[in-house]
């Protein structure tokens, strides 16, 4: 059966006419929603530990994190390969996003792309979070599919209305394809987020670098540097990851767990106790940092702390669970710690 009314390209309304012909709780989806991805994309840009190496902010680690017991894991590592390429893309996508919505520009586009970038954060940033709503994603995820049907309903009424018996519809609807406005606006977007993204990125100060990240285990020490043990033949088999040695008492140092690659933190207790645990916080996968003074494990994210010297338990802020433990030992014969998985 042939369509009712001519079958049309409508006209995109300018910016003040997309907000007008909406009703008030899209208008606050839309503002909320857009106002934050533009928020996010610049906030990431400003960050000047986002794309720095071995901070707790380095978007590689976060994504490394993230692929922790995410059912989406399978697909992150590509991104982990290109970390400053996955960075950078995700931020200017976010502000790209935010920028539509609010213009108007692609709604329907929008929010797809927006209800997409929520959807993958939900299953891999914030799959852990416990109980569910305390993490942001899925939150946002739904708030998108909202907007988007919420656009969805407007669309299907325009369409509603007869080309004959409205002038206000005739006018809105043009048999133009793809229109100088249509491209100007594309190139609104693509300028805006250039230069949002450039302005954050030229406020972005100076990287704390290593200072609040765990150091790595030094190399073994040289000869005639320390005592050496009596034997040097192994005689616990595992892969080695630290020397005693370089591990003060009530020190850590950060290493990746051979086993699966897993950020982790190596505690010495005492002289002779050693404890290993993903670094993996239990909350929302944040990577935790050893502090020295309290000799705790402390989340940045969300303030979560951890024991090392009672199994990693949880002993502040909302982590459910202990962090991960990494079996370790110490081999007598030679004073290396090593991973005995
Ligand atoms: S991720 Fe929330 S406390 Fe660690």
Request: a positive charge; hydrophobic letters at 45%.
């Given at each position: 059966m042939p369509p009712p009314y001519p079958s049309v390209r409508r006209v995109p309304p300018n910016v003040a006419a997309s907000w007008l012909r909406q009703s008030w709780p899209l208008r606050i989806l839309r503002g909320f929603l857009g106002a934050t991805f533009v928020y996010a994309g610049m906030q990431k840009l400003a960050d000047p530990n986002f794309l720095h190496p071995g901070t707790p902010d380095f978007i590689g680690s976060q994504l490394q994190a993230f692929a922790?017991?995410?059912?989406?894991?399978?697909?992150l590592p590509p991104f982990g390969h290109l970390p400053a390429l996955t960075g950078v893309g995700i931020a200017l996508l976010e502000m790209a996003i935010g920028l539509a919505t609010l213009l108007g520009i692609a709604p329907m586009l929008s929010a797809a792309l927006g209800f997409a970038v929520n959807l993958v954060l939900f299953l891999s940033a914030t799959w852990h979070v416990h109980p569910y709503f305390l993490g942001s994603d899925s939150m946002y995820a739904i708030g998108w599919a909202a907007y988007f049907a919420g656009l969805v309903e407007i669309e299907r009424t325009v369409r509603a209305v007869p080309v004959q018996g409205s002038r206000r519809r005739r006018a809105a609807?043009?048999?133009?394809?793809?229109g100088r406005r249509e491209f100007l606006r594309g190139a609104v977007v693509g300028v805006g987020t250039i230069v949002l993204g450039g302005s954050a990125s030229a406020l972005a100060g100076t990287s704390t670098g290593n200072r609040t990240a765990l150091p790595r285990p030094a190399p073994s020490a040289q000869p005639g540097s320390s005592p050496k043990p009596a034997s040097s033949t192994p005689i616990v088999h595992g892969t080695p990851i630290?020397?005693?040695?370089?591990?003060?008492?009530g020190g850590a140092v950060g290493f990746n767990d051979p086993a699966d690659g897993t950020p982790s933190v190596l505690v010495?207790?005492?002289?002779?106790r050693v404890a290993a645990f993903s670094r993996v916080c239990t909350h929302a996968g944040c990577l935790v940092q050893y502090d020295q003074s309290s000799r705790i494990l402390v989340c940045p994210c969300h303030g979560a702390e951890f024991d090392p010297s009672r199994q990693a338990e949880p002993i502040a802020g909302p982590a459910p669970t202990a962090l991960h433990p990494v079996p370790v030992a110490v081999d007598p014969a030679t004073g290396k710690v090593v991973a005995t998985d």
């Amino acid at each position: 059966m042939p369509p009712p009314y001519p079958s049309v390209r409508r006209v995109p309304p300018n910016v003040a006419a997309s907000w007008l012909r909406q009703s008030w709780p899209l208008r606050i989806l839309r503002g909320f929603l857009g106002a934050t991805f533009v928020y996010a994309g610049m906030q990431k840009l400003a960050d000047p530990n986002f794309l720095h190496p071995g901070t707790p902010d380095f978007i590689g680690s976060q994504l490394q994190a993230f692929a922790q017991g995410s059912p989406i894991h399978a697909f992150l590592p590509p991104f982990g390969h290109l970390p400053a390429l996955t960075g950078v893309g995700i931020a200017l996508l976010e502000m790209a996003i935010g920028l539509a919505t609010l213009l108007g520009i692609a709604p329907m586009l929008s929010a797809a792309l927006g209800f997409a970038v929520n959807l993958v954060l939900f299953l891999s940033a914030t799959w852990h979070v416990h109980p569910y709503f305390l993490g942001s994603d899925s939150m946002y995820a739904i708030g998108w599919a909202a907007y988007f049907a919420g656009l969805v309903e407007i669309e299907r009424t325009v369409r509603a209305v007869p080309v004959q018996g409205s002038r206000r519809r005739r006018a809105a609807l043009q048999d133009e394809g793809f229109g100088r406005r249509e491209f100007l606006r594309g190139a609104v977007v693509g300028v805006g987020t250039i230069v949002l993204g450039g302005s954050a990125s030229a406020l972005a100060g100076t990287s704390t670098g290593n200072r609040t990240a765990l150091p790595r285990p030094a190399p073994s020490a040289q000869p005639g540097s320390s005592p050496k043990p009596a034997s040097s033949t192994p005689i616990v088999h595992g892969t080695p990851i630290a020397t005693l040695d370089n591990v003060p008492v009530g020190g850590a140092v950060g290493f990746n767990d051979p086993a699966d690659g897993t950020p982790s933190v190596l505690v010495r207790l005492s002289d002779t106790r050693v404890a290993a645990f993903s670094r993996v916080c239990t909350h929302a996968g944040c990577l935790v940092q050893y502090d020295q003074s309290s000799r705790i494990l402390v989340c940045p994210c969300h303030g979560a702390e951890f024991d090392p010297s009672r199994q990693a338990e949880p002993i502040a802020g909302p982590a459910p669970t202990a962090l991960h433990p990494v079996p370790v030992a110490v081999d007598p014969a030679t004073g290396k710690v090593v991973a005995t998985d």
